[in-house]
């Protein structure tokens, strides 16, 4: 049985960093899996912040968070991580992260973890 599992949210302050973690488990970090992280503020839809393909660790990234956040993944782990640097207010949401796996086309989400930036 797949989960994922996100930790790591939490209240900050303008300009603050929070590190969000998703662990994995139920399947492996194959080539043909992609990894992301989204997020949905309330009365918003559901948008992608970052992602990492497993197979050549290529990244994604919201134009909203280029060069503030940061996506990885850790193989033997089976983890995915996100920092999150020069936090705004308006990244306040629920962070939820996904797996697809492009082989047999399964598609998984964690339960989400708030993340709030306020002072």
């Known amino acids: 049985q797949v989960q994922l599992v996100e930790s790591g949210g939490g209240l900050v302050q303008p300009g603050g960093s929070l590190r969000l973690s998703c662990a994995a488990s139920?399947?492996?970090?194959?080539?043909?899996?992609?990894m992301s992280w989204y997020r949905q503020a309330p009365g918003q839809e559901r948008e992608l912040v970052a992602a990492i393909t497993i197979a050549d660790g290529d990244t994604l990234y919201a134009d909203s968070v280029k060069g503030r956040f940061r996506i990885w993944n850790d193989n033997v782990k089976n983890m995915v991580d996100l920092q999150m640097n020069g936090l705004k207010p308006e990244d306040s949401a629920v962070y939820y992260c996904?797996?697809?796996?492009?082989?047999?086309?399964?598609?998984?989400w964690g339960q989400g973890t708030q993340v709030t930036v306020s002072s």
């Open positions: 139920g399947f492996t970090f194959s080539s043909s899996i992609q």
């Open positions: 996904n797996a697809r796996d492009s082989y047999t086309h399964g598609d998984w």
